[in-house]
């Protein structure tokens, strides 16, 4: 299983950005998806979730109305879109296969400036 983020950079507050995951080595469309970050000193905090269809999302209250979990199937690439970003956002990025969260990617950098 590989999982490869990309996506992320340093933008301003109130700014956009998309992210996306390549997945690789496992059964893509059957597996629900998941974005979980990591601030910089805090814990991992689970962000948006997506059903193996696409048709079902769940997404964390600091979030809600500002991020938006998608995939495309065929290209086995999961997405978020990131928009209103706050300096709170501020993180590295994680895809992840599930729940359960059995396999992750190495992340990547999202920094929003005040």
């Known amino acids: 299983v590989q999982l490869v983020e990309s996506g992320g950079g340093l933008v301003e507050a109130g700014g956009s950005l998309k992210l996306s995951c390549a997945a690789s080595g496992f059964a893509f469309s059957r597996y629900a998806m998941s974005w979980v970050r990591q601030a910089p000193g805090k814990g991992l905090e689970w962000v948006i979730a997506?059903?193996?269809?696409?048709?079902?999302?769940i997404v964390a209250d600091s979030v809600k109305g500002r991020f938006t979990i998608s995939r495309d199937n065929a290209k086995n690439t999961l997405y978020l879109q990131m928009n209103s970003l706050k300096p709170d956002d501020t993180a590295v990025y994680y895809c992840?296969?599930?729940?359960?969260?059995?396999?992750w990617g190495r992340g990547t950098q999202v920094t929003v400036s005040s």
């Open positions: 997506i059903n193996d269809g696409g048709g079902t999302s």
């Open positions: 992840a296969k599930g729940p359960p969260h059995d396999y």
